[in-house]
């Protein structure tokens, strides 16, 4: 058989580019800390052109945060898009739009530093986009949001029982009693008065973007 270079099997498309790596170059990550990690990976789940979302702890110094033990962190969600169906600007709008972006002191009934509404760009543009979004929704809420953007100095992921946890069907026990994992969460969502709050101070941009939409990922 003769022999064809590398370059060229790549130049015809005979060769997949995940096999070289390239795959990385159609998703971007952002990083946002909106509260209860749980919560949020649920929120941006839903969003369409999100790919995957991982709970976990970004903004402090120390090695190897965990759930008892992560002062200085915030607790955060990795989020990865295609920049193609959603642009970062437009993923930080609507990330503002799922939160109490007007409380600084943490996010509905969880309080402190470690549940503070906080935006991790991970580069210049990133940050740039950032501020841009923050601008706008504070023109459209017409007050200053208490959302800060802050420095990517690491991210850590969460213990494995905490991803994914608001479709967990393990049973746990908790204040509701003996039940499943999504129910737990079901009705710890809803005892913060969560989604209340964010559409008492939001209106029908609740969940949306600036003009209302709610680019959501089709059912399946």
Known sequence: MRHVSMS???AAGFLLAPAMGFAHAETETAIFA???????ESDMDHVNGVSSTTSGYAGGTMKDPTYEDHEGY???EKVVFDPK???YKQLVAHFLRTIDAVDGDGQFCDRGPAYVPALFPLDAAQRKDAEAALSEAEKA???KLAVTIRDNTSFYDAEDYHQNYYLGENRVLSRFGYIKQKEAYEGYR???GRDSR???????A?????????DKKPES
Request: one cysteine or more; aromatic letters at 14%.
């Open 74 to 76: 915030v607790e955060s």
């Open 8 to 10: 060229l099997l790549l």
């Open 198 to 204: 964010v559409k008492e101070l939001w209106g029908q």
């Open 206 to 214: 609740a969940y949306g973007y600036p003009d209302g939409g709610t």
């Open 190 to 192: 809803e005892g913060c």
């Open 141 to 143: 809420l017409g007050q």
């Open 34 to 40: 909106g509260g209860c990690f749980w919560c949020v």
């Open 85 to 87: 169906v959603i642009s």
